[in-house]
């Protein structure tokens, strides 16, 4: 969730260079916080603000107070959790819905914001605020999904396509990968890489 100019996940890569698989994971958390960057600005979300559809509530206290107390209800018109389940019921949600509990409708309120604190958003507490918080963490989830949608598996090249097959019928015919990798202008590592693809 925006609300912060530094992702919080990104202030951790100083202290993880020292591990073992420091360098991958340095790399994967520093992946994260580009990709953060790029939907916060796709979303046009404020950096300093946190997203919510009631703005400067005064009674904030008050539904703080009742999140810690989880399954008092907050009686001022605003979202409940039953509301957030009718909408998950609805898939209006479908990206957060995939991360919740498969029974998430079914629990009570005590242990649906256990669950929407885990999944979700740790530092919510505020049971009114969960429905906006769910709507944006899909709105976050689609746009990363847009904007990073994966390694995209390409088809091999007709080239690659024929070095294989030549490589198979040389190999069949006894000759050593070194002498095929040869034969075919490629390094030995790149035709042993070729074999194990396709």
């Known amino acids: 969730m925006p609300a912060s100019t530094r992702c919080a996940r990104h202030s951790q890569t100083q202290s ?3 591990d073992d698989d420091g360098p991958k994971v340095h790399a994967q958390i520093s ?22 559809a009631f703005g ?15 399954g008092l209800r907050v009686g001022d018109g605003g979202h409940t959790l039953q509301h ?3 909408g998950l019921s609805n898939n209006h949600f479908p990206r957060v819905q995939a991360l919740l509990l498969s029974n998430f409708c079914g629990l009570n309120d005590t242990r649906a914001c256990t ?6 958003d740790p530092r919510e507490w505020v049971l009114s605020y969960w429905y906006t918080r769910v709507g944006a963490a899909e709105a976050w989830l689609e746009a990363a999904e ?5 390694r995209v598996h390409m088809k091999p090249s007709v080239q690659n396509l ?13 000759l050593s990968k070194k002498d095929i990798a040869a034969q075919l ?7 042993s890489h070729l074999l194990r693809r396709l």
């Open 16 to 18: 993880i260079r020292v």
């Open 31 to 52: 992946s994260e916080a580009r990709l953060a960057k790029r939907v916060v600005t796709k979303l046009g979300w404020s950096r300093a603000e946190f997203v919510s």
């Open 56 to 70: 400067q509530d005064g009674s904030v206290e008050e539904k703080t107070i009742a999140g810690l107390l989880w």
């Open 84 to 86: 957030l389940k009718e």
């Open 115 to 120: 669950a929407l604190r885990r999944y979700v």
């Open 146 to 150: 847009s904007l990073s949608p994966g």
């Open 162 to 174: 024929e070095r294989v097959a030549n490589a198979r019928s040389l190999l069949q015919q006894g």
């Open 185 to 191: 202008g490629i390094s030995q590592s790149h035709l």
